[in-house]
C-alpha cells in the first residue's frame, strides 16, 4: 500500500512542466508563448547580434539592467533569440571541432543546431533582415507590430511610450484574435481572415496555424477565402523545404495545392505557376517538369492576363529542352567503360538562361519563395496573382 501511494504521489507531481522564469530576458519563443499565455502578457521580442554594433550596447545601457527587468516583466514578457557569432559556432561544433567530441558534448552541438534552426525560422517568418530588430507579439505569438528603438534609449519609461504610440493598434489586433476564439464554424474562419488580412503581409508565416483551420471551418468556401489560405500554406511548406534546400519539396507543395478543387482558375493557375517557377529559380534539370507544370499553370486560365506571360514561360522552357537534346546527340557513348563523356565545346550558349530569367521583369521578384525566404512578400500569402 506504501508503494503504491508513493507511485501515485510521483505520477502527480513528477510530471509537472517546470515554471518558466519570466523575470528575465527568455531565449526561446515557444517558452515566452507559453508563459505570455500563462500570466496573461503580451511578447517584446527582440533579435540581436553581439556583432551588429548595436544590441550589445542596447543590453548593457538598458535592456538587461535591473530597473528595465523590473518594470518590463510586469508588463511583457521578454524574449531575446540572439543571434551572435559564438552562437553559430557552437551549433557548427560537429564540423569544425578537431578533437573528438564526447556523447556530452555531440548532443550539445544538436540541440545547438535545432535551436538555431528553430530561430532561424522565426526570423524568416518576421523577415528580420536586421537586428536589432524589436516586436510586439500577442499572447498567442501572433504579430502586433514593430518597434523602432532609437540607439541611444536609455530609460524604461522611453521604452514604453514608444509602444504606447502603437497601443490602439496593438488592440485592434488583439480585438481579432479575441473574435476567432469566441466563435465557431464559418464566422470563425471569417474572423480568422480577418486576422491574417489585417497582418502585416511579411508576417503571415506566423498566423498561418489559424489558416490552417479555414478548410474545415468553411468546408463550402462561404468565405471565398479557403484559397487563399490554402495558397499561403502551400507558400509557409515551401519556405520551410527552402530551409532544407530542398528545392523538389517546395515546388511539390505548390503543385500538390493546386489540385485541390476549392481553388479557383486564377489561383490554380498561381500554385502551377509557382511550382514550374521554383524548379527553375533552384536550378533544376528537370525541363520536364518545369513544362508540365507551366503548361497546367496556362491551361488553368488561358484567358487571364499572365497567359501571355506564361505562354512565353513556356517557350523559354521548351528552347531549355531542345538544346538539352542537341547537346546529347553530341555524347560520346564509352560502351567499354560504361559512361558518357559529355564535350563541353558542344554545350551551347545560355544554357542556364531558363534559370537566370525565367520570368524576367517585375514577376521575377514577385514570385515564389527566395532563397532567403525571410523576406517573402504577400504575393502567396496574400492569395494575389502572382504574375504581376
Known sequence: MALACSTFFFLATGCKTAKIDTSSWIANLDDGIKAAQNENKRIILFFSADEDGTSRALKDTLLETADFLAAETERYVLVNLDFSASRYEAAMALYTTETELTKAEEQQARDAQESLTR????????????????????????????????EDIAE???????????????????????????????????AIDNVFESTTAEWRYMVLPLSAQ?????????????????????N????????????????????????????????????????????????????????????KSYDAAPTSEHADMIQAFIGQVEAQIDAVEQMQKDVDIT???G??????????????????????????????????????DDRTASGSDSAE
Open 156 to 190: 524604461a519609461a522611453d521604452f514604453d511610450a514608444i509602444i504606447a504610440e502603437q497601443e490602439e493598434s496593438i488592440a485592434d489586433y488583439e480585438a481579432l484574435i479575441a473574435a476567432v476564439n469566441s466563435s465557431n464554424g464559418v464566422e470563425k474562419a471569417r
Open 335 to 337: 560502351a567499354d567503360e
Open 214 to 234: 479555414l478548410e474545415k471551418l468553411d468546408p463550402k468556401n462561404e468565405t471565398g477565402a479557403v484559397g487563399k489560405h490554402l495558397l499561403a500554406l502551400a
Open 339 to 376: 559512361y558518357t563523356t559529355i564535350h563541353p565545346e558542344a554545350a551551347p550558349d545560355g544554357t542556364t538562361a531558363l534559370t537566370d530569367s525565367a520570368l524576367s521583369g517585375d514577376h521575377a521578384a514577385d514570385t515564389a519563395v527566395p532563397a532567403d525566404a525571410a523576406s517573402s
Open 119 to 150: 530561430d532561424m525560422k522565426t526570423a524568416m517568418y518576421l523577415a528580420a533582415n536586421e537586428s536589432p530588430s524589436f516586436y510586439v507579439l500577442t499572447k498567442d505569438g501572433y504579430p502586433a507590430c514593430q518597434l523602432q528603438l532609437p
Open 236 to 295: 509557409g511548406n515551401a519556405s520551410d523545404a527552402f530551409l532544407q534546400q530542398d528545392i523538389q519539396g517546395a515546388a511539390s507543395a505548390f503543385a500538390t495545392v493546386a489540385e485541390n478543387s476549392v481553388l479557383t482558375a486564377d489561383e490554380k493557375q498561381e500554385a502551377y505557376y509557382t511550382a514550374a517557377y521554383l524548379l527553375a529559380q533552384g536550378g533544376s534539370t528537370d525541363y520536364a517538369a518545369i513544362r508540365t507544370f507551366a503548361q
